[in-house]
């Protein structure tokens, strides 16, 4: 079990960047995946970013060269740097963390990331 606190969402002007952070209450070394999701009104929650214990990350195709996602297992926190924000950009964004066996998921509170044109 984890308890994930999310912070860093803000009012942005498009072009400009931001860094989301996400704080684990436990050690984040043994989660299988962590990741990044948003969520804008009216649409369904999707993947933003997501890291594996292996260091290896994906993205989605639309945040690709822009978003970069980190882990600092010392921290037990996972990062979010945006930059090049877009309007389309604007949503909640969550913390995930995901056990592969036995499978387990787990969300923080969500932070607003609003991008102005």
């Not at 009216?42 to 993947?47: H, N, P």
């Not at 594996?52 to 060269?65: C, L, P, Q």
Request: aromatic share 12%.
């Amino acid at each position: 079990q984890v308890q994930l606190v999310e912070s860093g969402g803000d009012l942005v002007q498009a072009g400009g960047s931001l860094r989301l952070s996400c704080a684990a209450s436990r050690t984040i070394f043994s989660i299988n995946r962590m990741g990044w999701y948003r969520q804008a009104p009216g649409k369904q929650r999707e993947m933003v970013a997501l890291i594996f214990t292996s260091g290896f990350t994906n993205y989605a195709d639309s945040v690709k060269g822009r978003f970069t996602i980190s882990r600092d297992n010392a921290k037990n926190t996972v990062y979010l740097q945006m930059n090049s924000l877009k309007v389309e950009d604007t949503a909640v964004y969550y913390c995930n963390a995901h056990w592969n066996w036995p499978p387990d998921d787990y969300w923080g509170q969500g932070t607003q990331v609003t991008v102005s044109s």
